[in-house]
């Protein structure tokens, strides 16, 4: 992945204030959350970038980024490999995680009376589970500064829905219900809660799906095309600036036009 001028779109200024930031994401590999490291590592903050046990085309992918990037080892699901991560970041950053950006998920594709109670809880394991353990591994730091950005990656169709995707709209949703109670509980602390929601987008994992890439479901995209991983990434940086303090407990919506 090349880099991109540090000024970004926008102008330098906009991102200036995430020079220096320590940034831990987690699901890092590939597709938007590699794209939202290179574009953080752009921009001056300090990374801490994770990747399944195992995953060496996400270390590889990671290495690539450049910049200050700390790639880590870290299975969401499990809270203490969640936990011994940010410790190792927080030691090599030389303080605690200031932006959690909580993106690992995985997909599925079935009808709702195939799915077993196996996928259910796989699913709600990654998506919500992970968001649980990487938020309580980062919000005690948060809370000690009195400022922090709380980021979740959430799905347009939390809107919509989508058919043979029962399990996958319902651990998304539940992700956006909890930004909101979660936004208003730690808001008076000086930490903002979001969850950026993008539309149909060229990740790895949406490539393999059948059901949703194809030119029928595009060209009922008002903008005619997917989104790509490196124009969606610029959401999660907005909203970890100073500009975007007066978000907090919202769905931000990347999509094309999907959901209006």
Avoid at 11 to 22: I, M, T, V, Y
Wanted: a negative charge.
């Amino acid at each position: 992945m090349s880099a991109v001028p540090a000024d970004g779109p926008a102008g330098g200024a906009l991102f200036d204030d995430l020079r220096g930031r320590r940034v831990f994401i987690t699901g890092a590999g590939s597709g938007i959350g590699l794209a939202v490291a290179q574009r953080f590592a752009d921009h001056g903050a300090v990374v801490g970038a994770t990747v399944l046990p195992g995953d060496e085309a996400g270390r590889a992918a990671l290495a690539e980024v450049g910049g200050d990037v700390h790639v880590l080892d870290a299975d969401v699901t499990d809270a203490e490999q969640v936990e011994a991560a940010v410790a190792t970041f927080v030691e090599a950053a030389g303080g605690a995680v200031e932006v959690l950006v909580s993106n690992a998920g995985i997909g599925q594709s079935a009808p709702f009376l195939e799915l077993t109670n196996a996928d259910w809880e796989r699913m709600l394991k990654v998506h919500v589970g992970g968001a649980v353990n990487t938020t309580r591994a980062v919000l005690p730091g948060m809370l000690e500064a009195g400022w922090g950005r709380v980021l979740y990656t959430a799905s347009e169709l939390v809107t919509i829905g989508f058919e043979n995707l029962t399990h996958y709209c319902a651990a998304k949703g539940a992700l956006a219900s909890m930004t909101r109670a979660l936004a208003r509980e730690v808001g008076p602390s000086g930490i903002t809660v979001n969850c950026v929601a993008p539309g149909p987008t060229m990740t790895p994992m949406f490539v393999k799906s059948e059901a949703e890439n194809n030119d029928a479901y595009r060209n009922t995209i008002p903008m005619r095309t997917f989104g790509d991983p490196d124009n969606v990434a610029w959401t999660w940086l907005f909203l970890a600036t100073d500009a975007g303090r007066w978000y907090t407990g919202q769905m931000v919506a990347p999509n094309g036009g999907v959901a209006m």
